[in-house]
T-cell receptor
Framework: QQQVKQSPQSLIVQKGGIPIINCAYE??????FPWYQQFPGKGPALLIA?????SEKKEGRFTISFNKSAKQFSLHIMDSQPGDSATYFC??????????????FGQGTILTVHP | NAGVTQTPKFQVLKTGQSMTLQCAQD?????MYWYRQDPGMGLRLIYY???????DKGEVPNGYNVSRLNKREFSLRLESAAPSQTSVYFC??????????????FGDGTRLSIL
């Protein structure tokens, strides 16, 4: 059962563009929504995370928008650079019962930023 | 700091062989996790250990066993490898106590092929 659905699967933008990656979740017990960035041959690394008590969080060129009622969240990359080319994963976790700390990942988005 | 170290980086096995994937972290984290990454499916949790001495099943535990040897080390064992277990395996760790969603730090993975 895929509890976090991510789209698109791949995305190509020009340098300076604003790629947007979307995720939707089903489990209303989720209360932590991180985004991970992965370069080829490396493990995922935390990029930015949000909790449902805020609707937006910015860190540098990366912004998460969160819509609790729609159960959706998205990643925006401002002024994208070729060095941002990577695979991006959204994830979600909650706690209570057996769900503590366990991340459920989306399927991933391969982002290519052309010079 | 080394962070999360996984060994080996690459391995080729024949169907039916067994092997153990090793993982060690030097961040004094309580929780450790094993994921597998397959194309188009994101990362899926195999097993996790919320603290030293405890382990629990994740989303896809069949065919695997784990051992939390001490606070630093968390190993994943394939008793009788099958081609369906060809994947990239990632170990991760996170700090914090129960009920706290803390960032997970990943190793660089073990690429396992089963013929």
């Amino acid at each position: 059962q895929q509890q976090v659905k991510q789209s698109p699967q791949s995305l190509i933008v020009q340098k300076g563009g604003i790629p947007i990656i979307n995720c939707a979740y089903e489990n209303t017990a989720f209360d932590y929504f991180p985004w991970y960035q992965q370069f080829p041959g490396k493990g995922p690394a935390l990029l930015i995370a949000i909790r449902p008590d805020v609707s937006e969080k910015k860190e540098g060129r990366f912004t998460i928008s969160f819509n609790k009622s729609a159960k959706q969240f998205s990643l925006h990359i401002m002024d994208s650079q070729p060095g941002d080319s990577a695979t991006y994963f959204c994830a979600a976790s909650g706690w209570g019962g057996t769900s503590y700390g366990k991340l459920t990942f989306g399927q991933g988005t391969i982002l290519t930023v052309h010079p | 700091n080394a962070g999360v170290t996984q060994t080996p980086k690459f391995q080729v096995l024949k169907t039916g062989q067994s092997m153990t994937l090793q993982c060690a972290q030097d961040m004094n984290h309580n929780s450790m996790y094993w994921y597998r990454q397959d194309p188009g499916m994101g990362l899926r949790l195999i097993y996790y250990s919320a603290s030293e001495g405890t382990t629990d099943k994740g989303e896809v535990p069949n065919g695997y066993n784990v051992s939390r040897l001490n606070k630093r080390e968390f190993s994943l064992r394939l008793e009788s490898a099958a081609p369906s277990q060809t994947s990239v395996y990632f170990c991760a760790s996170s700090g914090g106590g129960f009920g706290q969603n803390q960032p997970q730090h990943f190793g660089d993975g073990t690429r396992l092929s089963i013929l």
